[in-house]
């Protein structure tokens, strides 16, 4: 059973513990369901709402998911080279960068790039050797060192702590 989202942002240091604690067909349905979730809230949204801005400095709905794609593209690729016991050739220093955030995408580019990150989710662990290196961690500021299995686990959280960043796009005044 998941742990509430509000309790592991609460305890970071539980991240990991809890991942390893999970098969990995476990592991990608929680990250799966994530995408499902982000999926069907999108679909009740307009282009206008997507790309509605609260402020110069604030994402869009489209710049969060967007966001989110690009950043589990990075961490599909890194859960490889965890599994495979090269945490050497990851640089954590591009974790917190925001990179990736598009305003321009649209809802169909929107679910697409949560397909792609479902396909590669699934190829990455189809390809994982049948016991993977769980020793290899990489350091996030605020979870602590994640193996592979923690960086899953980690992808399905930042999607719903991103959803909440949606929610609050959509609470903001002027929000169409």
């Given at each position: 059973?998941?742990?509430?989202?509000?309790e592991l942002?609460?305890?970071?240091?539980?991240v990991?513990?809890?991942?390893?604690?999970?098969?990995?067909?476990?592991?990608?349905f929680?990250?799966?369901?994530?995408?499902?979730?982000i999926q069907?809230?999108?679909?009740?949204?307009?282009?206008e709402?997507?790309?509605?801005?609260p402020?110069?400095?604030?994402?869009?709905?489209?710049?969060?998911v967007?966001?989110?794609?690009f950043?589990?593209?990075m961490f599909?690729?890194?859960?490889?080279l965890l599994?495979?016991?090269?945490?050497?050739e990851i640089?954590p220093?591009?974790l917190?960068?925001?990179?990736?955030?598009?305003?321009?995408?649209m809802?169909l580019?929107?679910?697409?790039?949560?397909?792609?990150c479902?396909?590669?989710?699934?190829?990455?662990?189809?390809t994982?050797?049948?016991?993977p290196d769980l020793?290899?961690?990489?350091?996030?500021?605020y979870?602590?060192?994640l193996?592979?299995?923690?960086?899953?686990y980690?992808?399905a959280?930042?999607?719903g702590?991103?959803?909440?960043q949606?929610e609050?796009v959509i609470?903001?005044p002027?929000?169409?």
């Open positions: 059973m998941p742990l509430p989202l509000d942002v609460s305890h970071p240091q539980i990991n513990q809890r991942a390893q604690d999970l098969e990995w067909e476990d592991l990608l929680e990250y799966e369901r994530a995408l499902d979730d069907a809230w999108l679909r009740g949204l307009s282009t709402q997507i790309h509605f801005k402020g110069e400095k604030v994402y869009s709905i489209a710049e969060i967007t966001h989110n794609s950043s589990d593209e599909w690729s890194w859960i490889a599994g495979q016991g090269r945490s050497a640089d220093k591009t917190i960068s925001g990179d990736g955030a598009r305003n321009t995408a809802l580019d929107l679910e697409a790039q949560n397909e792609a479902r396909t590669l989710a699934r190829h990455t662990i189809d994982l050797s049948p016991a020793t290899a961690t990489t350091p996030h500021p979870f602590g060192a193996n592979a299995k923690g960086w899953i980690f992808m959280l930042h999607r702590m991103h959803r909440y949606c609050s609470d903001a002027g929000f169409p």
